[in-house]
């Protein structure tokens, strides 16, 4: 009989893919975007975890989401270390969510409040997806603007308490089997999985929209000095004058 982790994981398959293929993402990672448009990116993200922090601490205890509550993942100290750095300490007084960030943020307070079981779903699109395909958009973000290795700007990415990504992900999977509740709960699970990626894929559609090209035709990008100070350019690795720069392989 498979497992209620490969259910998951198959039954949402096109949905995960049509985020892989956002055009946001795919013009951050392929060099063609300005630093700016990772800080938002990042501003979105803290809307986002903000509220899944926040049902986490709600639902600590509950039967069905609560083993699913791990400290370790936690990532809204990391996310506003980011955002102090990206866009300097009066950050607060600036960001600001989409209306599909606020959409997708309210879904997830709604499903923390009265549905546990939907809410895990979300919990496990976010980290798990962060925890894996976050480490391409960290390294792209090290390479093309200059950040140090895990440092400040991408911290978010860096989990610093999970020395066994592989192991941890095991680990998930057994609590995802261990659902209590039968084909239907799971089911219902399964959609909200789909929904959180569509939500998610909103999200990126905003972004795009506001962001269609930002990077200078030179190649060049701009990276943030220290906290709050001037950015300075520099030209990400193997980008060349005059030349787009090339798409990860």
Same mark, same amino acid.
């Given at each position: 009989m498979e497992s209620?982790?490969?259910l998951?994981?198959?039954?949402s398959?096109?949905?995960?893919e049509?985020v892989?293929g956002?055009?946001?993402?795919?013009?951050?990672l392929?060099r063609k975007?300005?630093i700016d448009?990772?800080a938002r990116?990042?501003?979105?993200?803290w809307?986002?975890?903000?509220?899944?922090?926040?049902?986490?601490?709600?639902l600590v205890a509950?039967p069905?989401?609560g083993?699913?509550?791990r400290?370790e993942?936690?990532?809204m100290?990391?996310?506003?270390?980011? $955002? +102090?750095?990206l =866009?300097?300490?009066?950050?607060?007084?600036?960001?600001s969510? !989409?209306?599909a960030?606020?959409?997708? *943020?309210?879904?997830i307070t709604a499903?923390a409040r009265s549905?546990p079981?939907?809410?895990v779903?979300?919990?496990?699109?976010r980290?798990?997806?962060d925890?894996?395909?976050g480490?391409i958009i960290?390294d792209?973000?090290?390479?093309?603007?200059g950040f140090?290795?895990k440092g400040?700007?991408v911290?978010f990415y860096?989990?610093?308490?999970?020395?066994n990504p592989?192991?941890f992900?095991r680990?998930?999977?057994?609590?995802l089997?261990a659902?209590?509740?039968?084909? $239907? +709960?799971?089911? =219902?699970i399964?959609a909200?999985?789909?929904?959180?990626?569509? !939500?998610n894929?909103?999200m990126f559609? *905003?972004?795009?929209?506001?962001?269609?090209?930002?990077?200078?035709?030179?190649?060049?990008?701009?990276?943030?000095?220290?906290?709050g100070?001037?950015p300075r350019?520099?030209?990400?690795?193997g980008?060349?004058?005059?030349?787009g720069?090339p798409s990860p392989?």
């Amino acid at each position: 009989m498979e497992s209620f982790s490969t259910l998951l994981r198959t039954a949402s398959r096109e949905q995960h893919e049509e985020v892989r293929g956002s055009t946001f993402i795919g013009d951050l990672l392929g060099r063609k975007l300005g630093i700016d448009a990772f800080a938002r990116y990042t501003e979105q993200l803290w809307f986002v975890y903000g509220a899944l922090e926040s049902g986490a601490r709600r639902l600590v205890a509950d039967p069905v989401a609560g083993p699913f509550v791990r400290p370790e993942l936690f990532r809204m100290a990391a996310l506003e270390r980011d $955002l +102090e750095y990206l =866009r300097g300490p009066g950050w607060r007084r600036t960001v600001s969510a !989409l209306p599909a960030t606020l959409e997708y *943020a309210e879904r997830i307070t709604a499903c923390a409040r009265s549905r546990p079981a939907d809410y895990v779903a979300h919990h496990y699109t976010r980290y798990l997806g962060d925890l894996s395909g976050g480490q391409i958009i960290r390294d792209t973000a090290e390479r093309n603007w200059g950040f140090a290795k895990k440092g400040d700007g991408v911290r978010f990415y860096v989990f610093e308490e999970i020395p066994n990504p592989a192991a941890f992900k095991r680990t998930y999977a057994e609590l995802l089997d261990a659902v209590p509740g039968g084909e $239907l +709960e799971r089911q =219902r699970i399964v959609a909200e999985c789909k929904r959180a990626y569509g !939500l998610n894929n909103a999200m990126f559609e *905003a972004l795009g929209e506001e962001f269609p090209l930002t990077a200078t035709r030179s190649g060049q990008v701009s990276v943030p000095d220290g906290p709050g100070r001037r950015p300075r350019s520099i030209r990400p690795a193997g980008a060349r004058s005059g030349s787009g720069s090339p798409s990860p392989g």
